[in-house]
C-alpha cells in the first residue's frame, strides 16, 4: 500500500486569501495532498461574510485545477478528524510573532490529544505577511479595493456581497 502524506490545514477560510493560496502551494512541495478543513464555526467571526457551504464551494472552485487538494467542512476536534482522515500532519500559517503564543498552545494541545499528529507552521511570502481573512472583509465591506488579496473566485463573490468597488474597477 502506498503511504500517502496527507497534511490537513483547518481554518475558518472566511474567506481564503493569497496568504491562505501561498500556504497550500509551499505545502504541496512537502506532501503528496493537501486537505482544507473548513470549520463550521467561523471562529466567533463578528460579521462572517460567508456560511460554511459557501466558504466550502468558493474554496473548491479555487483548488478545482489542483487535484491534490481537497476541500471539506469539518466541526468537532481536528484531531479526530485528521485521524479519521489519515492525516498526521497539521499544518498553520505563522505571520507575526502575535500568531505565535496561541499557535504554539494549540499544537502541543493537539498532539497531548493524538500523539501521532504533527504540527507543522510555515511562513507565506513576506508581502502576505499582514494579510487576514477579517481584514479583507472589512476593506470589503467598506467598498476597498481587495484585488490583490485574494484568488479571483473569491473576488467575485465579495463584488456581489459588497459591490464592485472591491475589485478596483
Ligand atoms: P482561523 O480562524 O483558525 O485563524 P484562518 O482561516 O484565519 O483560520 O487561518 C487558517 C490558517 O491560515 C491559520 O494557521 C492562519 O495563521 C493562517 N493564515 C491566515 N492568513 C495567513 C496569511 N496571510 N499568511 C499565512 N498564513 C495565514
Redo the contacts with the bound molecule.
Sequence with gaps: MVDERIAI??????P?????D??VRRCLRLVDRVLIAI?AS??EAKSPAFSLDERVELTREVYSDEPRVEVVPFEGLLVDFARRRGARLI?????AVS?FEY?FQMALMNRSLWPEIEVIF???ASN???????LVREVARLGGDVSGFVPLPVLRELARVYGAAVTGE
Design positions: 490545514y483547518p481554518g475558518s477560510f472566511d481564503l486569501t493569497l496568504g491562505h501561498d500556504i470549520a467561523a471562529s499544518v498553520r500559517g505563522l505571520r500568531d499557535e510555515m511562513a507565506p502576505y505577511t499582514f494579510l487576514s481573512s477579517s
